[in-house]
């Protein structure tokens, strides 16, 4: 037999492999990516390095949907970050079950990387403590991220047996308006950037 016309690997179809399979089941193999491509598992590894490499490639593949045009330092700050604080929210939103695989592993992805550069600046270029850095842009990773979790989830989230047992629960979903996880992510948001404003 020839050589197919179109090669069976390339570092894009692993990829768009792999985070098929992560969204599906919430993580991957190698010898899945392989049987799915229809290729030997070693051949697999000619194009990435190893699991780690695919797991860099998927952070790579879903930060793109991230606007790092947002981290402009020509805005004010606080509205720079606000924009790409919802930018990344709703990337990761896009594939919540990579965020268990992708943020317990050590970032390493050039764009990705070139992304925090962007955020340290800007903080710096603002006034911000070398020191606080890092600690604010953690936690505005944490708030977006488990925001993003969130929007994957039921919007009912309490199911009660009935109004008897927790009535107040029961009056305060009751009184709870819809875009239960939008509001949430704007309401920490705003408390995040109000307390930020202030370490300044």
């Known amino acids: 037999m020839g050589r197919p016309r179109t090669p069976l690997l390339d570092r894009e179809r692993i990829t768009t492999?792999?985070?098929?399979?992560?969204?599906?089941k919430g993580d991957f193999s190698v010898p899945q990516i392989a049987r799915r491509l229809g290729a030997q598992t070693g051949s697999v590894y000619h194009h990435v390095d190893g699991r780690e490499g695919i797991v860099e490639l998927l952070r790579e593949r879903v930060s793109e949907g991230i606007d790092a045009g947002t981290l402009d330092p020509d805005r004010p700050w606080d509205e720079s970050l606000a924009a790409w604080a919802r930018s990344y929210r709703a990337a990761f939103a896009a594939h919540p079950r990579a965020i268990?695989?992708?943020?317990t592993s050590p970032v390493r992805a050039p764009r990705v990387l070139d992304q925090?550069?962007?955020a340290v600046t800007l903080l710096l270029g603002v006034g911000f403590d070398l020191a606080d850095v890092m600690p604010v842009i953690i936690a505005l990773e944490n708030m977006v991220l488990g925001s993003a979790l969130d929007l994957a989830a039921p919007e009912a989230m309490w199911e009660l047996p009935d109004e008897t047992t927790t009535p107040r629960l029961a009056e305060a979903l009751d009184a709870a308006p819809g875009g239960r996880a939008d509001r949430a992510f704007e309401?920490?948001?705003a408390?995040?950037?109000?307390h930020a404003r202030a370490m300044l």
């Open 17 to 24: 492999t792999a985070l098929a399979l992560v969204d599906e």
């Open 100 to 103: 268990p695989l992708l943020m």
């Open 116 to 118: 925090y550069e962007r």
């Open 187 to 189: 309401l920490a948001l």
């Open 191 to 194: 408390a995040f950037l109000a």
